[in-house]
């Protein structure tokens, strides 16, 4: 059965939240049964290839889920076969952990991460400052369920937060002894920053006239991926401009291929823009993505559907459908790099210099025209070559690992 995309729901590790060592005063801890709770690495994607959960049994009415074998432990998911409100809980992102050690809570200080090393995953809290990372936990191998257990090491537990005498939901990884004994017990552990993987150039061109673009290869994986196709004489057209509303087109396709519970909308409720009639193609669509928060409306309230979409309001479009992404994961929507940002010469006094920036240092969406030089040149229409282009970017780097 597909689902809205409104209804869909995924989780996954992010960057830890949280409060500062002087808030720990406020907040204690309860121990709790340690049969009774999961720490396991979940299917991700493939910017973030395994995600954090923590699992607990609240009631013994069903089993929330099942371990077979060690080194690894094979975790059978029973959490995902029921509704398990009041029998189960899931932690899946800050709101529901932190690190807290010798009676300091770091959810400023440190975020935790599963990360492979070798053929062996690790819990890890990894600073924010660049300083020595915390291992909490290691699995022992990689289960073929996708699944996980992470054992905590020796002097790691799982506590409950507690605030005024009330037990709350949040759950501390816990050891009693202080940051300086833990790093100096541990040593440093290396940790090897995650990479996005390249993307192969196709044996064969999809068409004639993409041959010697600069971005035959994206386009390529567009038209693979299915958010795009040519035209009907056979052309694709690379230089040609796109439209807001093909733009829009081209995103909610990419959105419904990376998820496939998503049904594309065909049919238009009550109209969204006064220019966008619901008789227009595009009318089922922008109002979608309009309902979404992904795009919006001028000061006039209109959406201009047929105007060329300039390559800042492309960035903006992508911005808020990453956002978008990272909401129905149960994250913060602020988009964390995942490289380093470019600084381009041509953006200093433009409004959208601090959008571009950004998008240049997530999923390297952001490039210079052309991809030659420094110049992004914000309020030149996006061509179809980079359109295709900025959009697999996002789509590989953050879709579910296989």
Wanted: glycine content about 10%.
């Amino acid at each position: 059965m597909k689902l809205n995309l409104v209804a869909l729901a995924a989780a996954t590790v992010g960057v830890l939240g949280g409060l500062s060592s002087a808030s720990a005063q406020t907040y204690g801890t309860q121990e709790i049964d340690q049969s009774r709770v999961l720490t396991v690495a979940a299917p991700g994607t493939t910017l973030v290839p395994h995600r954090l959960y923590v699992v607990e049994q609240i009631s013994d009415a069903r089993p929330c889920f099942e371990i077979v074998g060690s080194n690894p432990g094979e975790v059978n998911p029973l959490w995902t076969t029921f509704d398990f409100s009041g029998i189960c809980s899931r932690a899946a992102d800050t709101n529901g952990y932190s690190i807290r050690v010798g009676n300091e809570d770091l959810g400023v200080r440190y975020r935790l991460q599963i990360r492979q090393s070798g053929n062996d995953l690790l819990l890890l809290g990894i600073p924010t400052d660049g300083s020595s990372s915390l291992q909490i936990g290691r699995a022992g191998g990689i289960s073929s369920t996708g699944f996980t257990q992470i054992v905590l090491n020796p002097g790691w537990r799982l506590t409950k937060r507690t605030f005024e005498g009330r037990t709350l939901g949040h759950n501390y990884f816990t050891n009693n002894l202080t940051l300086a004994q833990l790093l100096a017990q541990d040593g440093p552990v290396v940790v090897e920053p995650p990479t996005t993987p390249t993307p192969t150039p196709p044996a064969t061109l999809p068409f004639a006239d993409i041959r010697g673009d600069v971005y035959a290869t994206e386009i390529a994986r567009a038209v693979d991926i299915g958010f795009i196709a040519g035209f009907g004489d056979g052309r694709f057209g690379p230089r040609e401009g796109v439209t807001r509303e093909q733009a829009v087109s081209m995103i909610v396709e990419a959105m419904a291929k990376k998820y496939p519970q998503i049904m594309v909308p065909t049919q238009v409720g009550a109209q969204v823009f006064p220019d966008v009639p619901t008789t227009r193609w595009s009318a089922a669509k922008i109002n979608f993505v309009a309902r979404l928060g992904i795009v919006a409306g001028d000061q006039a309230g209109t959406f201009r559907p047929g105007a060329p979409v300039k390559r800042v309001e492309l960035m903006a479009m992508l911005r808020r459908m990453a956002e978008y992404e990272q909401q129905l994961a149960g994250l913060p929507t602020t988009l964390a790099p995942t490289h380093t940002a470019r600084s381009f010469t041509d953006i200093g006094g433009h409004w959208g210099r601090d959008l571009i920036t950004m998008m240049s240092g997530y999923c390297q969406v952001a490039t210079p025209l052309n991809e030659s030089g420094q110049a992004f040149h914000p309020e030149a229409t996006a061509l179809r070559n980079y359109a295709s282009a900025a959009i697999v970017r996002l789509y590989d780097c953050t879709r579910p690992a296989p």
